[in-house]
């Protein structure tokens, strides 16, 4: 039995964790409810890395055997119903660059050289080609528009929640697929929580800067030795819910990669030696 620590405060039953093949994988009910994507945030467990990689990571530039990296793609895609030869990866950054995912991208990052970089959001409306991108703490966020068909997947740690990554995916869909907030089904994945996410006083400030006063206190909290804690879910919601998606098409993680050390992979726990868990998104054939 795998033991896993829920904070207070997700919502929409908001995410579940499964077993399929020894592989252990979250996804959200919202999500698979749509039926129209295959999707799924990975854990530790079910691959066959080894050491401070074990088990399941799917970061293809931390220095594991690569030979192990594409066994755990093989493991994890074929329990999320997904061609691993097509998975397109991005290159992360903490930009809020979008890359338009077309079908010549299929495999770009895994099996085929990559030819873009700083690209941390993934659009696209071409089915069965899965976007793919990387945690260790930082936020995930997902989008499905169920009307046009098209899909997004962005990176979001602080910097990125800052310079509001999630509305700028929106943005992206809307450009490209006339796509409209309030059809939009969006999820914050699993990540670092407020109570483990202690930052300074510089992440603090732009953070007093990029919301409102009255915004502050609902993500920030000023700790007695002068550090604050940042509550990057909070964060994230304040900014999906402006850019017009509606709270009952949004589901928020209840799950923290710092809480959960043997089940995901965190950067706050185990510094540079470890391995990446992946959020995976693709719209069905
Ligand atoms: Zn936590």
Known sequence: MIEIKRKQGGTLQAIELKESNGVYYFQFPLLEQSDIVTHGFSTKIGGVSKGAYAEMNLGVSRGDDPEAVLENYKRITNVLHMPWERVVLSHQTHTTNIRVVKEEDAGT????????????????????LPLVTFYADCVPLYFV?????????????WRGTVNRMGQCTIEAMKT?????????????????CQECYEVGEEVAKEFEKAFLPEQRNQVLKEKPDGKYLLDLWKANEIILLEAGIKKEHLAITDICTKCNPNLLYSHRVM????????AFLCLKK
Request: hydrophobic share 30%.
């Open 109 to 128: 990052g895994l099996v085929k050289q990559r030819n873009y970089e700083n690209v941390d959001g993934l659009i696209t409306n071409v089915p069965n």
């Open 271 to 278: 510094g540079n030696r470890r391995g990446n868990l992946a």
């Open 176 to 192: 490209e697929y006339d796509s409209r907030p309030e059809d939009i089904l969006a999820c914050i994945g699993p990540s670092i």
């Open 145 to 157: 528009d169920p009307v046009h068909q098209a899909i997004g997947l962005s990176h979001s740690g």
